[in-house]
């Protein structure tokens, strides 16, 4: 298992997850919910830029590595999932669109899986349409987990639009993912099977 710094800040992605979520347990009394919410959405801001930041040195460096390109999606989505629950059981995102997300993320987590098992694991690559989705969802939770108004912005109104273009994003690329994966899985069948015969 190779270690280097920008796997060591994916670990730290992963590390931050239960300290943001164990953040919103804290009783009322001991911090109050404005301070809360401020420290939970500037942690995951700096979880957030820390996924662009690994994946920046590791390819300036020439660090890249079959770890590091698998550890790091898997930081992301425990990082999303985490705290859409969090913002689920707060009320301020929809059960649906949770669902949606969290839903995709292990669907095109499976459909990953299963393209690199038959070889065609290049279909599936990411695409602009999961760039966008990502972006819209990195934007939209933070303002959903500060949940007040920053300097006269309102946060917590960017945050349920955006979530929501997250969600259409989410099935938009869903679908774009499974139609591309299908089509590889049926050219990578066909060809298992001409060598078998």
Partial sequence: MPFNLPIALTWLRIAMIPLIVGLFYIPSDWVSVPVRDMVGASAFIIAALTDWFDGWLARRWNQTSSFGAFLDPVADK??????????????????????VIIGREITISALREWMAKIGASGSVAVHRLGKFKTAAQMVAIPCLLYWQPLYGVPTQMIGQILIVVAAILTVWSMCYYAAHGRKSAIKAVGRLDAAGA
């Fill in 78 to 99: 425990l990082m999303v999932c985490a705290a859409l629950l969090i913002l689920l059981d707060l009320n301020r995102v929809d059960s649906f669109i949770a669902l």
